[in-house]
Protein backbone atom coordinates (compact mmCIF):
# COMPACT_ATOMS: atom_id res chain seq x y z
CA UNK A 1 0.00 0.00 0.00
CA UNK A 2 1.08 3.47 -1.10
CA UNK A 3 0.97 6.24 1.42
CA UNK A 4 -0.30 9.76 0.19
CA UNK A 5 3.11 12.47 0.18
CA UNK A 6 3.88 14.32 2.94
CA UNK A 7 1.99 11.45 5.90
CA UNK A 8 4.77 10.95 7.60
CA UNK A 9 5.91 14.43 8.01
CA UNK A 10 9.31 15.89 7.31
CA UNK A 11 11.56 14.32 10.45
CA UNK A 12 10.98 10.58 9.02
CA UNK A 13 14.01 10.44 6.77
CA UNK A 14 16.08 12.57 9.19
CA UNK A 15 14.85 10.46 12.56
CA UNK A 16 15.66 7.42 9.81
CA UNK A 17 19.29 8.67 9.48
CA UNK A 18 19.62 9.26 13.14
CA UNK A 19 18.75 5.68 13.92
CA UNK A 20 20.99 4.05 11.53
CA UNK A 21 23.76 6.25 12.93
CA UNK A 22 22.91 5.05 16.37
CA UNK A 23 22.74 1.86 15.75
CA UNK A 24 26.50 1.97 13.39
CA UNK A 25 27.65 3.92 16.83
CA UNK A 26 26.50 0.68 18.89
CA UNK A 27 28.26 -1.68 16.05
CA UNK A 28 31.22 0.67 15.97
CA UNK A 29 31.35 0.57 19.78
CA UNK A 30 31.11 -3.19 20.11
CA UNK A 31 33.56 -3.85 17.74
CA UNK A 32 36.13 -1.77 19.70
CA UNK A 33 35.36 -3.09 23.34
CA UNK A 34 36.31 -6.39 21.70
CA UNK A 35 39.48 -5.08 20.05
CA UNK A 36 40.35 -3.47 23.66
CA UNK A 37 39.98 -7.04 25.24
CA UNK A 38 41.42 -9.03 23.07
CA UNK A 39 44.94 -6.25 23.53
CA UNK A 40 44.72 -5.92 27.24
CA UNK A 41 45.10 -10.13 27.04
CA UNK A 42 48.01 -9.68 24.52
CA UNK A 43 49.21 -6.76 26.71
CA UNK A 44 49.24 -8.97 29.76
CA UNK A 45 50.51 -12.20 28.32
CA UNK A 46 53.56 -9.73 27.15
CA UNK A 47 54.11 -8.30 30.91
CA UNK A 48 54.09 -12.22 31.70
CA UNK A 49 56.48 -13.29 29.56
CA UNK A 50 59.29 -9.89 30.83
CA UNK A 51 58.82 -11.23 33.87
CA UNK A 52 59.33 -14.54 33.30
CA UNK A 53 62.43 -13.43 31.40
CA UNK A 54 63.77 -11.09 34.07
CA UNK A 55 63.14 -13.84 37.01
CA UNK A 56 65.33 -16.03 35.04
CA UNK A 57 68.04 -15.38 33.49
CA UNK A 58 69.56 -17.38 30.16
CA UNK A 59 72.58 -19.79 32.05
CA UNK A 60 75.59 -19.06 31.01
CA UNK A 61 77.58 -21.89 28.90
CA UNK A 62 80.64 -22.73 29.73
Known sequence: MFFPIGC???DDGDS???RHQQRKLQ???FWRDGAERQLA???AAISTLEQQIQRNPPESRA
Open 27 to 29: MLT
Open 16 to 18: QRR
Open 41 to 43: ALN
Open 8 to 10: CGV
